[in-house]
């Protein structure tokens, strides 16, 4: 005799593999696909530790450097852009009129006493924002001391 294990409705299992890969998946995971949880995109980051600093790179393709704003308040760094763009008719009695305002607000706490606030800067070229965030003189990392022995 042959047991079989039923879940108590009539309506056949599916497969454990089914679920684990349709449902295991992030798809309904808004925040690791870049957005928001109003689903709207935010930019890619990339961040880049070298001995010297970090530098962080804010994918914003079609912006101008002037729709950015970057902020340091209590080791928060804050990077916002707010863009309107209008395409306006000059008649009153229009047929098309097209409108669109985009915006995001990404946000990265700086690790404290490591990094030199007062001398971050910033550049736009190519699409990408990229900071650069030195680091404190006795954050870097040294090389190695080789100790004689005696």
Same mark, same amino acid.
Not at 24 to 44: A, H, I, V
């Given at each position: ?71 340091? *308040? &209590? @080791?928060? $760094?804050?990077? !916002?852009?707010? +863009? ?40 736009? *070229? &190519? @699409?990408? $924002?990229?900071? !650069?965030?030195? +680091? ?15």
């Amino acid at each position: 005799m042959n047991l079989i294990k039923r879940n108590g409705s009539r309506l056949p299992a599916l497969p454990r593999v089914f679920f684990d890969d349709v449902f295991g998946q992030d798809l309904f995971n808004w925040e690791n696909s870049n957005f928001s949880t109003t689903r709207t995109t935010l930019p890619s980051v990339n961040i880049k530790e070298t001995p010297e600093r970090y530098e962080v790179e804010v994918a914003a393709p079609g912006m101008n450097r002037e729709d950015f704003k970057v902020t340091l *308040e &209590n @080791g928060q $760094l804050l990077i !916002s852009s707010v +863009k309107e763009n209008e395409v306006n008719t000059q008649q009153e009695n229009f047929t098309r009129r097209e409108f669109s305002y985009q915006s995001f607000q990404r946000s990265f706490v700086l690790p404290k006493n490591v990094v030199d606030e007062d001398n971050i800067n910033a550049r736009y *070229e &190519n @699409g990408i $924002l990229v900071l !650069s965030i030195p +680091k404190l003189e006795q954050a870097k990392q040294k090389e190695p001391k080789l100790i004689a022995i005696s």
